[in-house]
């Protein structure tokens, strides 16, 4: 009796513990403390100074939602990959994901998406030398992409790839295949175009290398938590509705892509879009199938 006892105790505890799984406000508040993912090669939205510090327009705006959300509460930062980040977010590792992720419906199985905070268009980024301007230029050759990523799969999809036969590289993190590119190893890079333009300004000769092809799909990035955790969501949306209405949302947009940034002072130079535009005017948390390019 006492053994079974003892056993129902410990199914109640693992009951509660499973219950206790998904409430992320819970848990900081328990622990003292948020992790923060991050990335350490997307410049521009997130990305690495050294010294364990990082910044960008997504580490800023998950920095100001965590004061307002759980001001006592201390930020540690993890940096997470195109790989690792989801189940990283899955099994409570990362608290809240502030990187450069797709919210696609595939992923939103998996876990939650706050409203849509950046718009990003899929292009390549080649030697600015190379003559190519056009998907269609593609074959034969070798196309970076980065581990864990959507856009090669994206460009595969392309009615204007259809035939081209080319080598997939992969590399580990955007900077990496960015390397690959700068390298020769490369003829083009495929990402989201804020990524390529960071990659390209903090590159030794920035004028070497540009932004080219058609828009091969036009993806919404937000920030990221686990799933079936509607009160921590809430709270996420209710900061970013706050500074889209207040326009502190543009301003930060602003700094960080139109604006001299940190390390190098470099200027990103992407002016915000039409689609960004209409999404802070009526915010939704719509996954990337909606924005399909018919």
């Given amino acids: 009796m006492k053994k ?11 009951g509660f513990a499973f219950g206790q799984a998904n409430d992320t406000l819970a848990k900081i508040k328990g622990s003292g403390k948020v992790v923060m993912g991050v990335r350490d090669s997307s410049v521009g939205t997130s990305y690495a100074l050294g010294d364990n510090k990082y910044a960008g327009y997504h580490v800023e705006l998950c920095e100001r939602i965590l004061k307002a959300v759980v001001p006592t509460a201390k930020v540690e930062y993890t940096v997470v990959t195109s790989a690792n980040r989801i ?17 696609n419906t595939a992923r939103k199985e998996q876990v939650s998406f706050a409203l849509t905070t950046l718009v990003t268009e899929v292009r390549m980024a080649v030697r600015a030398n190379s003559g190519i301007t056009s998907i269609t230029q593609l074959n034969g050759k070798n196309v970076a ?7 090669v799969q994206t460009l ?7 035939g081209i036969d080319f080598k997939e590289i992969y590399g580990k993190d955007h900077s990496d295949s960015f390397l690959l590119l700068e390298a020769g190893r490369a003829d083009a890079f495929v990402m989201d175009d804020n990524i390529l333009a960071g990659n390209i300004a903090n590159s030794k000769n920035p004028a070497d290398f540009k932004l080219a092809g058609e828009v091969l799909n036009v993806e919404p990035i937000a920030i990221m938590f686990r799933k079936d955790d509607p009160a921590f969501k809430k709270a996420v949306d209710d900061q970013i509705r706050g500074m889209m209405k ?13 604006s001299p940034i940190p390390p190098k002072n470099s200027n990103l130079n992407l002016a915000m879009g039409d689609t960004l535009k ?7 948390d719509n996954p990337m199938e909606t924005y399909a390019k018919k």
């Fill in 246 to 258: 207040s326009g502190d949302l543009a301003k930060l947009y602003a700094k960080w892509y139109t």
């Fill in 156 to 162: 595969r999809k392309n009615e204007k790839a259809n």
């Fill in 278 to 284: 209409a999404l802070i005017a009526n915010p939704n």
């Fill in 87 to 103: 189940p990283l977010v899955q099994n409570g590792t990362v608290d809240i994901e502030c990187g450069t992720t797709t919210n």
């Fill in 145 to 151: 992409t980065t581990t864990g990523t959507t856009s």
């Fill in 4 to 14: 079974a006892i003892v056993a129902l105790a410990g199914l109640a505890l693992t």
